[in-house]
């Protein structure tokens, strides 16, 4: 079978980590609060920092009563600075984001080094905000959740440092979470008949994957980028097509394809020779690019200058840009499918998180796609797919 070996950049860790984390958070209920450790690998390698004293984990403590534990959950690693906080069972108490639109538009995309100062700026405002927005007070708090990666190292570190503060001040464990698969579980939030095994397409600015879940911690990838994502094909489209990048080019790219025809132009649909479920966009950007000089659009006038005929030519490209994106997704998904229900033919879901799984198309497509194939299609609400604080915490609930 084509299917690749165990995924190694969710299995990153030397052992399972959220089924670890999550029976430790319920054993730390019946002991008191160790002071977290005071060195946080800076490689990100050491995920958890739990008491070193701290026995195995049991998940069938005598006499426990249900878990319920409040999570504060810190994300820093692209371009918007977010905090949430999370009950144990679910229930998000708070959400707070606070977005670099005005950066993104400026500089037309992420400026790492600008990204981090302006989660510096922000961060502990945003964190105080969660947590009173919430209701609670930080001495109620059982661990504090943080992205860890992948993402922008400068801007990952803004968090993982608010991150250890908290904690050291109030004694709470750490619990580093990878980015994507935050994107993957935060669907259990919404979508409670939602059981391992399932799929999942992880669509953002910088990942691309289709991987099988087979329980907490345990992954297959059976689809990656072997270049860019693509949230990346996106906001590059939006940005040489001079839309307003202020929400991201993604949206973007979503509301002027809407006036266009979206068979106007005839991109070919990456890697139809290759029978494998990887993804490739670069080629892709590139026709996006020639396309775009060979009608003269000029990006330094913004579409809202744009002439009629100059509009409607931009949105022929972005909704021809848009078709065959979005076909490439449909085309792999569908030999994922097959390929993941060869693996484990109890699944019933697939699962499309990220950014890009805003996009209603995106979700209108890739619906038909499931539902050729008995499957039901999970996608978190907008304000869920995209990096936020609470993702980080679903894979608790
Ligand atoms: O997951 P996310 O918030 O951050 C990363 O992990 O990258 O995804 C951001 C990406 C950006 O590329 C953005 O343009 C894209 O998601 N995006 C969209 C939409 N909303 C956000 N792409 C297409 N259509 C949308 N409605
Ligand atoms: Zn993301």
């Known amino acids: 079978m084509a299917v690749s070996s165990t995924l190694s950049r969710l299995n990153l860790l030397p052992r399972p980590l959220l089924p670890y984390a999550v029976s430790t958070l319920r054993a730390l209920k019946f002991r008191p609060r160790c002071a977290p450790l005071t060195s946080f690998s800076n490689s990100f390698s050491a995920h958890f920092s739990t008491p070193k004293s701290s026995a195995e984990p049991n998940t069938q403590i005598p006499g426990a009563p249900d878990d319920d534990f409040i999570v504060l959950g810190i994300e820093t690693s692209c371009d918007d600075t977010a905090a949430a906080v999370v009950r144990s069972s679910g229930e998000i108490l708070s959400q707070v984001v606070s977005s670099q639109a005005d950066l993104l538009a400026r500089y037309g995309g992420v400026a790492p080094k600008m990204a981090e100062e302006a989660h510096s700026q922000v961060i502990d405002q945003v964190v105080q905000e969660a947590i009173d927005k919430a209701n609670v007070r930080e001495t109620d708090l059982s661990a504090v959740a943080v992205?860890?990666?992948?993402?922008?190292s400068l801007c990952l570190r803004v968090g993982v440092r608010k991150a250890r503060k908290t904690a050291g001040r109030f004694n709470l464990p750490i619990i580093g979470v990878h980015h994507m698969e935050a994107h993957a579980l935060v669907a259990r939030l919404m979508e409670k008949k939602l059981q391992f095994p399932f799929m999942a397409l992880l669509i953002s600015g910088g990942h691309n994957l289709l991987i099988l879940a087979q329980d907490l911690g345990q992954y297959i990838q059976l689809g990656t980028t072997i270049d860019d994502a693509v949230g990346e094909a996106y906001d590059k489209t939006a940005k040489w097509l001079g839309l307003d990048l202020r929400r991201s080019g993604g949206p973007a790219i979503e509301e002027l394809a809407r006036e266009g025809d979206a068979k106007s132009i005839k991109f070919s649909i990456p890697m139809k020779q290759h029978k494998d479920c990887n993804f490739s966009y670069a080629g892709l950007k590139t026709q996006v690019r020639l396309a775009i000089k060979s009608r003269?659009?000029?990006?330094?006038?913004?579409?809202?200058?744009?002439n009629h005929q100059d509009r409607s030519s931009r949105a022929d490209?972005?909704?021809?840009?848009q078709r065959v994106a979005v076909l490439h997704l449909e085309e792999r998904c569908e030999r994922a499918i097959e390929w993941a229900l060869n693996i484990e033919p109890s699944i019933k879901h697939l699962v499309v998180s990220g950014g890009v799984a805003s996009n209603q198309y995106v979700r209108a497509q890739l619906d038909q796609v499931v539902k050729k194939?008995?499957?039901?299609?999970?996608?978190?609400?907008?304000?869920?797919c995209t990096d936020n604080g609470k993702?980080?915490?679903?894979?608790f609930a």
Request: charge should be negative; proline fraction near 13%.
């Open 373 to 384: 194939n008995s499957l039901q299609l999970v996608c978190p609400p907008p304000s869920l």
């Open 147 to 152: 992205t860890i990666g992948p993402g922008l």
């Open 296 to 306: 003269n659009i000029d990006a330094e006038i913004p579409i809202s200058c744009a």
């Open 391 to 395: 993702s980080y915490l679903s894979s």
């Open 317 to 321: 490209i972005a909704a021809s840009f």
